[in-house]
C-alpha cells in the first residue's frame, strides 16, 4: 500500500510568488492534516480535514494560504503572495476514522524556501 | 494551551551508549503521548505512544513512560545504534471523539558515531 506523497519534494520561489504544495493521502483516509516546521522550531499544525470539510483550521497563520481538498481525496495547500517567512518543511499526515486513536501517516515533507 | 518541551540537541552518543531525551508537557485534561522519529530524507514516523498515565510505550528498543505526576514522556534506550541517528519529536494528542491535531516539541537530532 502506498503511503502519503507529497509534491515538490523542494521548491524555490521568489516572494511575492505563487506555491502550490500537494499532498495524496493513503488511500481510504477521511482525515488529513498539513503541519509545518519553521527554522528548526516545532512541528506546527495548520489544519485538518474529515473527507473534502475543514475539521480545524486554527492552525492557518493568515488568508495567504489556502487549503482545498477536492472531493475528499487529495489536497492542495497555497501560498499567494509567499512571504519570507513562510519558508520551512510542509507536512501532510493521513489517518483513517473511528473513535479510537487512529496513527496520523506522514509524508516526507515539501521544503519550501522563498528568496 | 498545550505545550511540548524537548531537550536541546544535537544529542551525539558512542554506539552502544544509554539514550535518554527528555520530555515534558503542559496540558489539560488527560492527552495522549507520543514520540516520532525523522530519518534522513523521510517523513515522520510514529515510534511508540502511551495513552494514560503510567503506560509504558515501547518500539525497536526504545521506552517511553507517560509520568502523569511528572507531566515527562522521556524516551530511553539501553544501547543505540548509528542507524539510529534521527530527529526525534514528542507530541501530545486529544484522542477522543473526532481524530484530532498533534503538538510537537522542537524536535532533538541524535547523532550516534561508531
Known amino acids: 500500500e502506498a503511503g502519503v506523497t507529497q509534491f515538490p519534494s523542494h521548491s524555490v520561489i521568489e516572494k511575492g510568488q505563487t506555491v502550490t504544495l500537494r499532498c495524496d493521502p493513503i488511500?481510504?483516509?477521511?482525515?488529513l492534516y498539513w503541519y509545518r516546521r519553521v527554522m528548526g522550531k516545532e512541528i506546527k499544525f495548520l489544519l485538518h480535514?474529515?473527507?473534502?470539510?475543514?475539521?480545524?483550521e486554527s492552525g492557518m497563520p493568515n488568508n495567504r494560504f489556502l487549503a482545498e481538498r477536492t472531493g475528499g481525496t487529495y489536497s492542495t495547500l497555497k501560498v499567494q503572495p509567499a512571504e519570507l517567512e513562510d519558508s520551512g518543511v510542509y507536512f501532510c499526515?493521513?489517518?483513517?476514522?473511528?473513535?479510537?486513536?487512529?496513527?496520523?501517516?506522514f509524508g516526507p515533507g515539501t521544503r519550501l524556501t522563498v528568496l | 494551551g498545550n505545550s511540548v518541551t524537548q531537550m536541546e540537541g544535537p544529542v551525539t552518543l558512542s554506539e552502544e551508549a544509554f539514550l535518554t531525551i527528555n520530555c515534558t508537557y503542559t496540558?489539560?485534561?488527560?492527552?495522549?503521548l507520543f514520540w516520532y522519529v525523522q530519518y534522513p530524507g523521510e517523513g515522520l514516523q510514529l515510534l511508540l505512544k502511551?495513552?494514560?498515565?503510567?503506560d509504558k510505550g515501547s518500539n525497536k528498543g526504545f521506552e517511553a513512560t507517560y509520568r502523569k505526576e511528572t507531566t515527562s514522556f522521556h524516551l530511553e534506550k539501553g544501547s543505540v545504534q548509528v542507524s539510529d541517528s534521527a530527529v526525534y519529536f514528542c507530541?501530545?494528542?486529544?484522542?477522543?471523539?473526532?481524530?484530532?491535531?498533534?503538538?510537537f516539541g522542537t524536535g532533538t537530532r541524535l547523532q550516534v558515531t561508531l
Open positions: 496540558a489539560t485534561g488527560y492527552p495522549s
Open positions: 502511551a495513552t494514560k498515565a503510567d
Open positions: 507530541a501530545l494528542s486529544y484522542t477522543t471523539g473526532t481524530a484530532s491535531k498533534l503538538t
Open positions: 480535514f474529515v473527507k473534502e470539510s475543514k475539521q480545524d
Open positions: 499526515a493521513s489517518g483513517a476514522s473511528g473513535y479510537s486513536y487512529n496513527e496520523q501517516f
Open positions: 488511500s481510504g483516509h477521511d482525515n
